[in-house]
């Protein structure tokens, strides 16, 4: 028999900060993500409204599950096994809340600066945190929101099951700006994203929108007909209305006239 694999190769989503990389253990089994539009006037009854200053802002939720169960009953030669024996998730858990946490060596230094009468106005930027999600989606992200749910734990209380939901909001060249790292994936990702729907469309789509060109262009014609139609009917009710009111309004006159000519 050939010792050859027909399963596919798994990719693994992950989260990355500088050297720091966050591999989930599991991928989630559901990722949401919300996209809200960034109108120029979103609130106005003008053509502004239809306008888009900068790409939508994006937020993406997801859970990941931890559990040190296969690794505490494997080899433990393994380093991984150890690991998992000693401490359980709590390094993964701990690289996660990492990525909230400033570097530790910059607070000191803050710190020591403002003993001697120092003020950092503006600190060093940090690596950018990287979301990636496939070949396809890699985006700078802020982590917004970090909530763990621990389930079990081993005799000296290391957690070695958890739920870990996390929010994020992606962030854009208008965010970050175009020169910097984050700022071209998100460029990247733009250009990609209508490279990848004009290459998609002219296959998937292409007879649909032929249809649906015809069908649009049809149901304008018909309304057009139709509405030249019912102006044409309407001005001619209105002419009939017109002349029949000249007709009656002359004939009360020419009354009117006669009865004032008998009183005097």
Not at 160 to 189: C, K, P
Not at 201 to 221: I, M, R, V
Not at 229 to 247: F, T
Request: net charge negative; aromatic share 6%.
């Amino acid at each position: 028999m050939s010792g050859l694999s027909t399963s596919p190769y798994l990719c693994k989503g992950a989260l990355c900060q500088g050297p720091l990389i966050i591999e989930f253990q599991y991928n989630p089994e559901t990722l949401t993500r919300s996209l809200t539009a960034n109108a120029v006037n979103p609130q106005g009854k003008t053509s502004d409204s239809l306008r888009l200053w900068a790409p939508p802002t994006e937020t993406i939720q997801l859970e990941a599950l931890l559990d040190a169960t296969d690794a505490l009953t494997g080899d433990h030669g393994d380093s991984s096994a150890r690991a998992a024996a000693q401490y359980g998730v709590y390094p993964a858990l701990t690289a996660l809340e990492l990525l909230l946490y400033p570097a530790s060596a910059r607070m000191i230094l803050n710190a020591a600066l403002a003993e001697i009468g120092l003020l950092e106005v503006v600190s060093a930027a940090p690596s950018p945190t990287l979301f990636v999600w496939g070949a396809r989606r890699v985006v700078a992200v802020r982590l917004t929101q970090f909530n763990v749910t621990e389930e079990q734990f081993d005799a000296a209380l290391n957690p070695t099951r958890a739920r870990v939901s996390l929010g994020m909001q992606v962030l854009t060249y208008e965010d970050l700006g175009m020169t910097s790292i984050g700022g071209a994936l998100a460029l990247r990702n733009h250009i990609a994203k209508e490279v990848l729907v004009a290459s998609a469309s002219k296959y998937l789509y292409g007879t649909a929108l032929a249809q649906g060109t015809q069908l649009a262009g049809s149901a304008y014609n018909s309304v057009t007909q139709t509405g030249g139609q019912l102006l044409a009917q309407g001005s001619q009710l209105a002419s009939s209305a017109y002349r029949s009111a000249e007709q009656t309004g002359t004939s009360q006159l020419a009354s009117a006239g006669s009865a004032l000519g008998k009183l005097f």
